[in-house]
């Protein structure tokens, strides 16, 4: 069993920096490419950012150049966002997926079977 909780979260003005993290707990951490992904209401859950098992790491076009994901040697991964915009405000969500492949990446919320209860960002104007 594979559990994920997010932190991080919280009410932030333009501009603002914020580190979202996530502490997965189960068995060999380093088996499974991780995502963050957001969920804006009234809207579908989109992609943010992925890492691979050997930290390589892809951001969307919308966050590109101001948001970074990087794992630790432990169990954690972090979502560093920087120069937030209104628009990212959103539940963010950790996800987890069993990756044979070291340098794989998934880009569908469909491709993970594991996540977190999410984290509210809000970024006021």
């Known amino acids: 069993q594979v559990l994920l909780e997010e932190s991080g979260g919280g009410l932030v003005q333009t501009g603002d920096s914020l580190r979202l993290s996530c502490e997965v707990s189960?068995?060999?951490?380093?088996?499974?490419?991780l995502a963050w992904f957001r969920q804006a209401p009234g809207k579908e859950r989109e992609f943010v950012a992925s890492?691979?098992?050997?930290?390589?790491s892809t951001t969307s076009d919308s966050v590109k150049g101001r948001f970074t994901v990087f794992r630790d040697s432990g169990n954690m991964v972090y979502l560093q966002m920087n120069s937030l915009k209104p628009d990212d405000t959103a539940v963010y969500f950790c996800a987890a997926q069993f990756a044979y492949r070291i340098q794989a990446q998934y880009f569908s919320p469909s491709d993970y079977d594991y996540w977190g209860q999410g984290t509210q960002v809000t970024v006021s104007s």
């Open positions: 189960g068995p060999s951490f380093n088996n499974y490419a």
């Open positions: 890492i691979s098992r050997d930290g390589h």
